[in-house]
């Protein structure tokens, strides 16, 4: 069976660990020939040296926040393999954490650089490249949950994020005319060195409180929806943001009465009949 992105170059910025790792793999598998950056080379060796065909694998140091590095990054697709299809700006970090009267302006910055400056310049050079082949791409930005509600992140990442929703909108809109489609993949928790390490314990503990899918992410179910924004089967999709969460923002602020997956609130079935004077309707659950 043909490959969705075979005979196609794609650029993965911050490649060398979890969602970017698992994309470079996702498309090396579904045909593309893929060079990825990261700042991280012993994670990059450790995934060249992973790959068997490395005829289709390049890696380019390359750190999202340095303009001359990222066009480096994307001439090493468009030159070194002849052309550019698909670019997926997936580099981030953290960034600034603690209350907002503690966060040094500097670390502000140094978040924004990564996540939104970085969404820029690798949306920037590789529309280039794509307009220069005349063939049309596929750009999509890692942005976050924390960039579409309260409480789903660090403050700044959160703010950084939500300005990578919007640039996605706006950047589809300017490149719809040249067949260049960009979206955003919204993750919620996944499994990466980025959210788990040292409080992975707290974290599972606590994430029957905010999500309802029984299991944490998997940076292959990111990996697969960012193939699908990549390939010929989103064809007519841009200026999507779309959530890969396991139902976390669709359970919303979870009030008296809603669905709760684990059963805790539902206890009883019936009719709520508002202020009409008919009293409600109640039956108990077994
Ligand atoms: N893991 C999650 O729960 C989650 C949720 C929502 C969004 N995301 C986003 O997914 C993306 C990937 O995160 P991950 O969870 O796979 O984390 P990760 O730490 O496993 O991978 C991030 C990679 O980016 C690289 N990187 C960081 N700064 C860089 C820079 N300036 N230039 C080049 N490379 C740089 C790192 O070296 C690392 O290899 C990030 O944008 C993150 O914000 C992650």
Known sequence: MAGELDGRVAVVTGGASGIGRATVLRFLDAGARVVFGDLNERNAERLLDEVDDRSRLRFVRADVCEESEVA??????????????VMFNNAGVGGAFG??????AADWDRTFAVIGRGAFLGTKHAARAMIAGGGGGSIVNNASVAGLVGGGGPLAYSAAKAAVVSFTANAAVELAGHGIRVNAVCPGLVDTPLVMGKDEDSILERMATFQPWPR?????DIAGLVLFLAGPDSAFVTGEAIRADGGMVAWGPRM??????????RRYAGFADGSTGRPPTRRPLT
Not at 72 to 85: M, Q
Not at 216 to 220: A, H, Q, T, V
Not at 256 to 265: A, E
């Open 72 to 85: 480096a990054l994307v001439a090493a697709a468009a030159d070194g393999f002849g052309r550019l299809d």
């Open 99 to 104: 209350p907002l009267t503690e966060i040094d």
């Open 216 to 220: 944490l992410g998997r940076p292959e």
């Open 256 to 265: 008296t009465g809603t669905v709760d997956p684990r059963g805790l609130t």
